[in-house]
């Protein structure tokens, strides 16, 4: 086992991570920490994003987290949980770039609030072997009255996202950008056309392929003893896999001109949305500088957008923009009247252009700065943050940001540097989604 | 100031009333970078008729007056504390729920700093007319987004049904309408009646050092005058005791995909005052888990026969004057649903599943969820200056639970399930819709 600085916040508190190769594609980094209550283990699979694997993998999650061959109901998997005091436990999937990721974790509270005979940490990695090793299934498929259940019930979660507009249009939005690739089109969670045929066979042949090839990050927080954990961990059967050459990041060709969709629904507010093509990848030498230009333009209660369109013009409820340097993109969301279609268009623009003439006020920059390193500062108190840059330090060895390095290079961005970072912003996408009677 | 220590908890919490009444609570938590701070008054949507400072008649204020002043405070003369709150490098926000209204910042430096400006903003109100009027166009617009949520209408709709009067049953924003008529006048008799000090309380929470804090905060209050403290006087209307005005079931239509159902329970009974309170809702949540969660015989069923799925939720709402539970989800067999949940209600009155064996492990599993929230201070912070039980607080729940006994759950259970307490909302899918 070996022992290195973590990067972002030695700085901080001289906190170490400790690493391990368990298997060969299967990798350990364990970072002890007493300033939270609860202990959290996080077991990632990796693999490149494809079209016809991401709703595989979201069905697999569900399947996961509902039963167990141990705990063969619901019941009695939440009953285990409740034994554990409480355990948090879950499975998901995400994107990230051109990756996806499945995450089994597993959150429990430190043995030492506990009684000394009802220690959870050791009985709680043994449920996790169990969760992942010992799956409801037999050589013929997963359980088929689980499979049926789940599938159904992860169709009518596909359905129920019509009824959460704001995420109904980002998807849309997505969906419109992304429109020359299906696998960035589609949810990250996958969808209902794909879901449709999978059977519970297909299933189970899926969940072996995972399990044998895809990388294996398991990233632990909390106060434990490395060794310990480690030797536990060795008694889990993976086996040597290769680790993934896939690069995460994702850049699509330009689109001659925007490409713009309307939807009429029985809805009251309208919801608008813009997809800007930027080139800057994670942690790069323009990182920072985006970072902070994004922060300005939409990306904080500060910028440029919350306080023209929301406070000053009284045109949205809501106006945010987030930048995605995993895919290459700044998206823009409003919440506005139907009516407002344009004069919001024309206001997004407006600031747009503001910061491309560096034209705002150096005050405001400052306070975008403040906040900024602010927010970087609070990640340290996040377990989930912690997690995500520990997984993040694995991924991209070589894109790492000390806490201290980005704070000077945050403090040191100039008005003439965020202008040549808008001035790469392209509009790409505007998706907009309108009440039956409205019009733009 | 009074030290609390809470060995099990691995916390300390510190305690004191200054001068002019506020009440203070700081929680020193070192291995954490942040500080969390909020400023409550004890003063919601629910409170329209009231009897103001210095007069003796009762008025009632347009709906929607005690969130309305809660954008409004954050004006100044000299532009948007947003703003000032930036330049120290802190995040600012607040909310407004039925009783409560609540400021508060997060920060990771400058923390006297930011505390000064909170208690500065809150407590230096600057109304006027064309700031008010602008307000209006921002506010409006978030009422339109809840109309288009159907979880916030399914909410409402239960509400409605089981509060013919009480003002609980009004959206806390109020209506497009409602807010129409706020006035600069109304806001400043709203505000001197409500905000006054020993209506309020401060909760700090974080990397601070408690004795350098405290001096920071008296001195602040110190420099400034406040009236003579005078208790605000508020009216409710009455409703009905044996429930008959309880709106029994009511349905309407939405662009949603499939039906959501909420079924209540208006709680007729009286809640005690105090530590007694607290003991009273902990045990009403802890028969909740016990008949509905996810290790229960009830959800396994319901689940294997597809009546409900992971959108199944329940809740239960204790708060100053009114008290309710709700059962919740997205299903095709709404009436199933219904039925099903009322049944085992009706039959947890004569102690039908309320077993040593299932409360041993409930208590278990909600103690080790209450040590997990906290991680989060925001947590902390919010669930402390919501509650209103006298000197007990969140941090004695680890101590009531394990005072709570089978038994006492099968009397809160006859005190509180009552058929004619229930009510059912439900919204359907729009036939016309996409």
């Known amino acids: ?440 | 100031m009074e030290q609390h220590n809470y060995p099990k908890l691995g916390e300390t919490l510190y305690r004191t009333t200054l001068a002019n009444g506020l009440q203070v609570n700081l929680l020193p938590k070192p291995d954490y970078h942040k500080t969390y701070a909020v400023f409550t008054t004890n003063y919601g949507s629910i409170d329209r008729t009231f009897q103001p400072i210095g007069q003796s008649e009762m008025v009632t204020l347009p709906d929607g007056i005690a969130h309305f002043l809660e954008h409004k405070l954050f004006e100044k003369k000299a532009g948007d504390i947003f703003e000032v709150f930036g330049k120290l490098g802190a995040n600012a926000n607040a909310f407004t729920s039925f009783t409560r209204t609540s400021y508060l910042f997060s920060a990771t430096s400058r923390i006297r700093e930011n505390l000064e400006t909170l208690l500065d903003f809150v407590q230096d109100p600057y109304f006027t007319e064309a700031s008010v009027n602008k307000e209006k166009g921002i506010i409006g617009q978030e009422i339109q987004m809840y109309d288009d949520d159907p979880n916030w209408r399914l909410f409402f709709g239960l509400i409605q049904n089981m509060y013919a009067q009480h003002p609980v049953r009004i959206d806390i924003a109020g209506t497009v309408a409602s807010i129409a008529q706020i006035t600069v006048a109304d806001l400043y008799l709203a505000y001197r009646t409500f905000y006054q000090p020993q209506n309020m309380n401060l909760f700090v929470v974080g990397h601070i050092d408690p004795d350098a804090t405290l001096a920071w905060i008296t001195a602040n209050q110190a420099q400034k005058d406040f009236p003579t403290p005078t208790p605000p006087q508020r009216q409710l209307p009455q409703e009905a005791a044996d429930g008959s005005d309880i709106v029994a079931h009511r349905t309407i239509e939405m662009a949603v995909q499939r039906p959501k159902v909420m079924l209540g329970i208006k709680g007729l009974d009286k809640v005690p005052t105090g530590r007694a309170g607290l003991v009273y809702r902990t045990s009403l949540n802890l028969l909740f888990e016990v008949l509905f969660n996810d290790s229960s015989a009830a959800y396994l069923k319901l689940y294997d026969q597809g009546i409900l799925d992971d959108t199944f939720g329940y809740e239960v709402d204790l708060e100053r004057s009114f008290h309710f539970a709700g059962l919740s989800v997205d299903t095709q067999k709404p009436d199933q649903f219904v039925q099903a949940i009322q049944a085992v209600l009706q039959q947890a009155t004569t102690g039908a599943g309320l077993t040593e064996a299932r409360l041993a492990l409930v208590k278990r599993e909600m103690l080790g969820k209450f040590w997990q929230s906290f991680n989060s201070l925001e947590y902390i912070a919010n669930q402390y200056a919501g509650d209103d039980f006298g000197t007990a607080s969140l941090f004695d729940l680890p101590e009531i639970m394990a005072q709570i006994q089978v038994t006492d759950l099968q009397q809160v259970a006859q005190r509180f399930i009552r058929l004619e307490a229930m009510s059912v909302f439900q919204i359907n899918p729009k036939v016309a819709a996409r």
Not at chain 1, 318 to 333: E, H, N, P, W
Request: net charge neutral; charged share 15%.
């Open chain 1, 1 to 440: 086992m070996k022992q290195i600085q973590l990067n972002h916040s030695d700085n901080v508190k001289g906190v170490l991570f400790l690493e391990q190769e368990l298997k060969q594609g299967v990798h350990l980094t364990v970072q002890p920490s007493n300033q939270f209550k609860t202990t959290r283990i996080v077991v990632n699979f990796l693999a490149p994003l494809q079209q016809e694997t991401v709703t595989k993998r979201s069905l697999l999650a569900s399947l996961l987290e509902t039963n167990t061959k141990d705990y063969p109901t619901q019941t009695a998997l939440a009953a285990k949980l409740s034994q554990l005091y409480g355990a948090s436990f879950g499975a998901s999937v995400s994107r990230r770039g051109q990756l996806h990721c499945f995450s089994v974790s597993l959150t429990l509270v430190n043995d030492r609030y506990l009684p000394a005979d009802d220690a959870v940490l050791k009985a709680g990695l043994a449920f996790l072997k169990q969760v992942l090793f010992r799956p409801n299934a037999t050589e013929a498929g997963f359980d088929e009255t689980t499979f049926q259940r789940e599938k159904q019930n992860l169709a009518a979660y596909f359905a129920d996202i019509a009824d959460n507009k704001q995420a109904y249009a980002s998807l849309a939005l997505q969906q419109l950008y992304f429109a020359a690739d299906p696998a960035q089109a589609q949810p990250s969670f996958g969808n209902a056309a794909d879901l449709a045929p999978l059977t519970a066979k297909q299933l189970w042949d899926y969940y072996q392929q995972m399990m044998a090839t895809d990388q294996v990050e398991i990233v632990m927080l909390g106060q434990v003893d490395p060794t310990v954990i480690a030797q536990t961990l060795q008694n889990f059967p993976f086996t040597d896999r290769a680790t993934t050459t896939v690069s995460p990041f994702y850049q699509q060709s330009l689109w001659a001109t925007p490409k713009v969709k309307q939807e009429k629904q029985a809805v009251v507010q309208g919801k608008l949305n813009l997809a800007y093509q930027q080139p800057v990848t994670y942690h790069d030498a323009d990182f920072v500088p985006m970072m902070v230009t994004n922060a300005l333009f939409g990306g904080s209660a500060l910028s440029l957008l919350f306080a023209n369109v929301r406070e000053k013009a009284s045109l949205a409820y809501y106006a945010s923009s987030r930048l995605d340097t995993f895919r290459g993109t700044l998206l823009v969301q409003t919440g506005i009247e139907p009516k407002n279609y344009q004069a919001v268009l024309d206001i997004i623009q407006a600031q747009l252009t503001a910061l491309q003439q560096q034209n705002f006020e150096l005050e405001r920059l400052a306070k975008i700065k403040a906040t900024l390193i602010n927010d970087f500062v609070t990640g340290l108190d996040s377990m989930g943050y912690l997690m995500n840059q520990a997984l993040m330090q694995r991924l991209l060895p070589t894109r790492t940001l000390a806490l201290d390095d980005l704070t000077q290079q945050i403090q040191a961005v100039t008005p003439a540097q965020i202008a040549t970072q808008a001035a790469h912003l392209k509009l790409q996408a505007i998706y907009f989604l309108t009440s039956e009677e409205g019009n733009a």
